[in-house]
């Protein structure tokens, strides 16, 4: 099994930047998808960014143009980059991988971290 673990998260001002990572072990990271999700306090989690295993990328439309996924498979690690962050940005950010046999949805998931946005 894919174990994830996130790290990056804080606080910072609107208009701000930050780079969340996941390190991934447990498998062949190369060939998982992988994603990032967020959840705010009484909302539901929400798919914001995804990368294939070939480098295909994905984004909520309330992140496009804003946040950049990318993945440095040598390292077993996915990153994304949030710039021009927003009030509504603030949540639990959390990595996922999809399993090898999957092909859609995730499977795997980080224990999460915490992205807060001041006004």
């Known amino acids: 099994q894919v174990q994830l673990v996130e790290s990056g998260g804080g606080l910072v001002q609107a208009g701000g930047s930050l780079r969340l990572s996941c390190a991934a072990s447990g498998t062949i990271f190369s060939g998982n998808t992988m994603g990032w999700s967020r959840q705010a306090p009484g909302k539901q989690r929400q798919l914001v960014a995804l990368i294939t295993s070939g480098g295909s990328t994905n984004y909520a439309d309330s992140v496009k143009g804003r946040f950049t996924i990318s993945r440095d498979n040598a390292k077993n690690t996915v990153y994304l980059q949030m710039n021009s962050l927003k009030p509504e940005d603030t949540a639990v950010y959390y990595c996922?991988?999809?399993?090898?046999?999957?092909?859609?949805?995730?499977?795997?998931w980080g224990q999460g971290t915490q992205v807060t946005v001041s006004s």
């Open positions: 996922a991988a999809r399993a090898s046999g999957s092909f859609a949805g995730f499977n795997y």
